[in-house]
């Protein structure tokens, strides 16, 4: 299996140097060169297989030629040994034909893991097989960098850096980062948007000199395992209903939601993917007005998917441009200069086919956790309730039963966001066993003002023998 930039300036590269790079030379984002083909029957006997067999199945067919089946079914075994569902993914009914797909049973309570997990040993054995080291430079909006540094977290050969915006986090979310007592990660508070950490670490990456200097790698879903791992739960989900869904998925960075367009690539029957967002809604605009655009980054109750400059759509943008990298590649150097981009209508048309697109305000975020809450007596978390709150948008009405299963995508728990669950429901949710006792741990973060230079510097100095 070979991997291709979306720019198609790039040599074309194995699953192992696509993992190892994160980012392709080029500055495009890695993709397989053809897409591996699951068969009706080869779906339908996942109903019923461990999530563990489904996922050494898929996964084994983008590692041909980089891992061995042996060294692959271990890595899948070990990542999903510390998961506290059996399930991993469990999907459950809060209607009549509408379900939450829970993702956030894994060390950190979110999706995240259910990729890095993953991510964390392949990483850690390719590397090993290389020599040398490398240094990871992630930014996250909140569940990223957590997810990173408990699958990274103490591996030998391995630096990871993680930058988070400024107060713009819960503060679980921060503490799961900053607590981490292993030498090798490092805590960067920046003074900025989840937007402009991204943006650093994408001009980092295009620093040639210094990124080969320190062996820069990636683990945000600009790295094409995170897609690979997270195609899974999109086969389990629907073979478990035994038909096609539709499915609504919070998004800011747009890799979880492109995952379901992979698995579609691949064989399988969707009736739909619905792109939820917050506020910052620039995924809803794209699809609803032609024109994708960064607007204010704003803060919300959904802090994750606080994202102006959503990464993965130039993935979603090549495939609907009938993969052209001759348009891609300008249109994204466009964007990056410009922060405006209007679509072309043959690129609009094909990526209206596949999703549509939802934006709630936080009031309707609210009023989602309340209704579930009213319903079911479950708890949801905020980001999740951005993706009920898309899903009662839908039509037909809430009230009747949908025409095809409409599953929504839980990508954490609500514990993570305690503050904004009380406002909704009047009570915070119960804390689990994984975050006690967090805020008595001493943090380690360093503030820094949002200057690529500047995090140079503090990389260079925490490198330094």
């Known amino acids: ?61 983008f590692t041909q030629g980089s891992f061995s089946d042996a060294e ?45 997990q993953v991510l964390g040993q392949l990483f850690s054995r390719a590397l090993a097989r290389r020599g040398g080291r490398a240094t990871i430079v992630a930014a996250t909006s909140g569940d990223t960098g957590s997810a990173a540094i408990a699958a990274l977290g103490g591996l030998p050969n ?18 799961q980062m900053t607590t981490c007592a292993h030498a090798n990660v490092h805590n960067i508070a920046l003074e900025g948007s ?15 000199p210094f990124a080969s200097t320190i062996s820069m790698t990636a683990v945000n879903s600009i790295n094409f395992a995170r897609i690979a791992a997270q195609c899974v739960y999109y086969f389990t989900a629907t073979a478990q209903l035994g038909q096609p869904a539709s499915f609504v998925v919070p998004t800011g960075n747009f890799g979880d939601i492109f995952a ?17 967002t917050n506020a910052n809604d620039i995924l809803a605009r794209a699809l609803n007005d032609g024109v994708y655009a960064s607007g204010t980054n704003h803060a919300t109750l959904s802090p994750s998917m606080d994202i102006q400059v959503a990464s993965n759509f130039e993935r979603a943008l090549f495939e609907a441009s009938g993969r052209d990298a001759d348009w891609t590649a300008p249109a994204m150097s466009d964007f990056a200069r410009t922060r405006k981009l209007e679509l072309p209508a043959s690129v609009l048309a094909e ?28 708890i949801i978390d905020p980001h999740t309730a951005v993706g009920v709150a898309a899903a ?13 299963p409409v599953v929504i995508l839980s990508t954490a728990h609500p514990a993570k966001f305690p503050q904004a669950v009380k406002e909704a429901i009047g009570t915070a949710p119960p804390e689990p066993a994984r ?31």
């Open 1 to 61: 299996m070979q991997f291709i930039s979306t720019r198609g300036q790039a040599p074309p590269a194995s699953f192992s140097d696509a993992l190892l790079a994160g980012l392709a030379p080029d500055g495009g984002l890695y993709l397989p060169q053809s897409w591996p083909q699951f068969t009706p029957a080869e779906i339908a006997a996942f109903k019923g297989a461990r999530y563990q067999d489904v996922a050494f199945q898929i996964l084994s067919r």
């Open 194 to 208: 989840f937007d402009d950490a991204q943006g650093i670490v994408k001009a980092l990456f295009a620093d040639a």
């Open 351 to 378: 990526l209206r086919a596949r999703y549509s697109a939802f934006a709630s305000s936080d009031e309707q975020t609210r009023a989602a956790i309340g209704a579930v809450y009213k319903q079911t007596g479950r």
């Open 392 to 404: 009662m948008k839908m039509a037909p009405l809430r009230s009747q039963k949908p025409s095809a």
């Open 260 to 276: 379901g367009e992979a698995a579609m690539r691949m064989g399988l029957g969707v009736a739909r993917l619905v792109i939820a």
């Open 72 to 116: 692959l079914r271990d890595a899948v075994e070990a990542a999903y040994a510390k998961f506290d569902a059996s399930e991993i993914a469990p999907l459950v009914e809060i209607g009549e034909g509408r379900y939450l797909l829970e993702l956030f049973h894994g060390p950190t309570l979110a999706f995240k893991d259910v990729a890095l």
């Open 158 to 175: 391995i630096d990871v850096f993680v930058m988070h915006p400024r107060g713009r986090i819960s503060d679980v979310q921060r503490l």
């Open 435 to 465: 975050l006690a006792g967090l805020k008595n741990l001493p943090e380690r973060m360093e503030i820094l003002a949002n200057d690529p230079a500047l995090i140079k510097r503090f990389i260079f100095s925490r490198l330094a023998p």
